[in-house]
């Protein structure tokens, strides 16, 4: 074969199997990467949203068992009655979760008989006679006009029956930088740049590849002139 057709053979193999699938790369890539970028960022957020909200139902499962499981107590019950002291049962109870800034026993009246913090003979700053089982955010005078979150469980005299209401335990919990809450609000974090890049260096990848096999068959016709 001669130089000239041999050139001719080399360069049509350049363009077929180099340039054009590296260029055709480039555009479907280009154009995939768009949709890609978009379905990237809405299965990002997902992950992320069902991460938080996992780790928050774990929360406050732990939250409303606590005051759950205290207001079937017998001491706090015959506490809610006046008839016992339940400042240590509910210290303990608070040392076990450092997001609970007091736990209490508010009476049927809306005035505090009992507190992990020994801060009694007072009124609990939000009360009603139907205390929500879980309250919005709200801001608490009785703890340095912090921004906190109560749950609470009715007592009742036969509390297997719900029957004889005689007060409410009370869950005062913090939302803080350093929070159960506020950590898991800021939990999941996946990087969508890191996302969105992934297929953009295919891309590149794929295009160098075609610069590479492209000098490789210039050499190659080089070699044979």
Same mark, same amino acid.
């Given at each position: 074969?001669?130089?000239?057709?041999?050139?001719?053979?080399?360069?049509?193999?350049?363009?077929?199997?180099?340039?054009?699938?590296?260029?055709?790369?480039?555009?479907?890539?280009?154009?995939?990467? $768009?949709?890609?970028?978009?379905?990237?960022?809405?299965?990002?957020?997902?992950?992320?949203?069902?991460? %938080?909200?996992?780790?928050?139902?774990?929360?406050?499962?732990?939250?409303?068992?606590?005051?759950?499981?205290?207001?079937?107590?017998?001491?706090?019950?015959?506490?809610?009655?006046?008839?016992?002291?339940?400042?240590? #049962?509910?210290?303990?109870?608070?040392?076990?979760?450092?997001?609970?800034?007091?736990?209490?026993? #508010?009476? /049927?009246?809306?005035?505090?008989?009992?507190?992990?913090?020994?801060? /009694?003979?007072?009124?609990?700053?939000?009360?009603?006679?139907?205390?929500?089982?879980?309250?919005?955010?709200?801001?608490?005078?009785?703890?340095?006009?912090?921004?906190?979150?109560?749950?609470?469980?009715?007592?009742?005299?036969?509390?297997?029956?719900?029957?004889? %209401?005689?007060?409410?335990?009370?869950?005062?919990?913090?939302?803080?930088?350093?929070?159960?809450?506020? %950590?898991? $609000?800021?939990?999941?974090?996946?990087?969508?740049?890191?996302?969105?890049?992934?297929?953009?260096?295919?891309? #590149?990848?794929?295009?160098?590849?075609?610069?590479?096999?492209?000098?490789?068959?210039?050499?190659?016709?080089?070699?044979?002139?």
């Amino acid at each position: 074969m001669s130089n000239a057709k041999l050139k001719v053979v080399l360069t049509g193999i350049l363009l077929v199997f180099a340039i054009l699938p590296s260029l055709i790369a480039g555009i479907v890539g280009t154009v995939s990467v $768009l949709g890609y970028e978009k379905e990237a960022k809405t299965n990002t957020l997902q992950v992320v949203s069902r991460s %938080k909200s996992v780790a928050l139902d774990h929360l406050f499962t732990n939250y409303t068992g606590t005051v759950n499981s205290l207001a079937k107590t017998e001491i706090i019950i015959d506490a809610a009655m006046g008839n016992a002291d339940a400042d240590s #049962v509910l210290s303990a109870y608070a040392a076990t979760n450092s997001d609970f800034i007091d736990l209490m026993i #508010v009476g /049927i009246n809306g005035n505090i008989t009992a507190s992990s913090t020994g801060n /009694i003979d007072r009124t609990f700053d939000h009360y009603s006679e139907t205390l929500s089982p879980v309250s919005g955010i709200l801001k608490w005078s009785s703890y340095g006009n912090i921004d906190a979150f109560y749950v609470s469980k009715d007592i009742y005299e036969d509390a297997d029956n719900s029957v004889g %209401k005689v007060g409410h335990v009370v869950a005062v919990i913090s939302v803080a930088s350093d929070s159960g809450v506020a %950590k898991a $609000l800021g939990q999941g974090t996946v990087s969508i740049l890191s996302v969105v890049l992934e297929p953009i260096i295919e891309v #590149v990848l794929s295009l160098l590849l075609g610069l590479v096999m492209g000098l490789l068959f210039t050499a190659l016709e080089k070699y044979f002139k």
